[in-house]
């Protein structure tokens, strides 16, 4: 398996820790990934937007045949619009009983489906494309805006994200139109009878369609929940300059989260179904403009707070990504103040997921890459780049050349989790060849030591 590591180039102070996240090339040859899941074991589920379903292995590798095949069921090109296709899929909390697992797809009509299928009675590695039960269908005005994000809550009720209907500005006032799907997040419970409402949505038994639960939103292009406390983290793509993301903590219902009325924390268009108090809306708890810091940005795709284990510092912090400037962003779980990071050029980050584990991956769907992301001082070093030393070639396979100005003493090779896995005294010359071939691929840490007993710390990717 072959991983090329590509590291942040930005290294910034932030509560006063340096941060360096950076990205690990986990898998490659996708095409347009959308969706990373996990149905309660070790492998990832890959959602391709055009139909695909495929089962990412621990080691990197790809099932060659898909979990599932739903080329026959969505929009396909030439009709296909850009943010059309296959767009989500959530596995049913009882998976591993049940078999039950749910996709939001774009139907040929332009339809908005939700749907729930069987995984294979005796294959764990293949869904059963032939039981089709739709759960909710309603219609899209235009081709974008679509939403498409789908997960289980911590209340295990299916939660739907469902885009303003398109066009640019919302002209129809959805977002805000409690009667209508659009510009919603819908909560449905896939355990009762159609038509699925559970009897605590907000407008069942009042004005209202009874599958909402929240309104107010523009484009919810990936929402989460926090594995620890259960609060809800929705990125919403702006309009003209405003990316936002909102945060409520204990996910109450009702929550107007203020589009079109504002973009962000700015009006955007008063008229029409705007509240006379804007107290009544929530407003974002981050936000930034296209033009802040660093690249040119368009588009958030919303991630995760991390919960996983390997990477304490950046424990309890929410990573999204921007589609355009290809950098990933961070802020505080208590706070809106943003730290980026340099990310890949031309990736087209669409989707973040979590294993099993709550480690973090992030796809991108322009280059068919699956990244994991890490902690570049898991360690507890910082990476010394000076031009005394040169690694090539880095990545490596089966040796590594060594050109260092200093006499060495020692070499040393650490895994992430920080375990010796390698170690020799070395005579004290220049440069040398160094035999890395009874390791297998991944990220380590190579530590040199001259005769001085100082240190130099570079990364090394064996592939």
Known sequence: MKKIIIFCISFLYYSGNCQSISLESFATGFTRPLTITNAGDSRLFIVEQGGLIKILNTNGTTNATPFLDLSNLIIQEPNRQNEQGLLGLAFHPNYSNNRFFYVYYIAPNGNSVISRFERDATNSDLGDNTTELKILEFSQPFTNHNGGNIIFGPDNKLYIGSGDGGDGGDPGDRAQNINLLLGK????????????????????????????????????????????????????????????????????????????????????????????????????????????????????????????????DIQGKYLFADYCSNEIGMIENSGGTITYFTGINNAGFAAFGEDINNELYIAGRDNGTIYQIVDSNVLGITENQSNSATLYPNPADTYINIDFSKKISSIAIYDLKGKVVQQKLLNQESMRTYDISSLPAGLYIFKIKDINQNELNQKLVIK
Request: net charge negative; with cysteine.
């Open 185 to 312: 997040i819908l909560r449905l419970d896939v355990d009762i009878a159609p038509p699925y409402t559970p009897s605590d949505n907000p407008f069942v038994g009042t004005n209202g369609a009874d599958e909402i639960w929240a309104y107010g939103l523009r484009n919810p292009w990936k929402f989460s929940f926090d594995s620890q406390t259960d609060d809800l983290w929705i990125a919403d793509v702006g309009q003209t300059n405003i990316e936002e993301i909102n945060k409520v903590s204990g996910n109450p219902k009702e929550i107007n989260y203020g589009w079109r009325c504002f973009e962000g924390s700015i009006s955007f268009n008063s008229t029409g179904n705007c509240p006379a108090n804007n107290n009544d809306l929530t407003f974002p708890v981050s936000e930034y403009t296209h033009t802040t810091s660093g690249a040119f940005k368009c588009s958030i795709t919303g991630g995760y707070v991390y919960r996983g284990t390997k990477f304490s």
